[in-house]
């Protein structure tokens, strides 16, 4: 399955400046597998040591959660938007 991954700002060092990138895989876990392939370094930025979504990051499928779906194991079906967005904290 063929998907369109959108990249924060961020983490454009690792796609040569790209906002959007494609990457294969059934599940995100296969996407970020993917990522990682084409784009090196970009993983170790999603995921932690134990290999999981770090918490202050959020990815969505189309318009869904992650979080609240299957994770890592979430379907990404052909040509869905994947959406990886880092958490913004601040504040006086």
């Not at 060092?13 to 059934?26: F, I, K, L, N, P």
Request: negative net charge.
């Amino acid at each position: 399955m063929s998907v369109n991954v959108r990249i924060p700002t961020i983490l454009r060092t690792y796609t040569g400046g790209q906002a959007e990138v494609s990457a294969e895989g059934a599940t995100l876990s296969e996407v970020i597998a993917s990522l990682e392939k084409n784009h090196p370094g970009i993983a170790a930025r999603v995921l932690d040591d134990q290999g999981k979504l770090r918490r202050f990051v959020n990815v969505y499928v189309n318009d869904d959660d992650v979080r609240f779906e299957q994770g890592l194991e979430t379907a990404t079906p052909n040509g869905a938007g994947v959406s990886i967005i880092p958490a913004v904290a601040g504040g006086c």
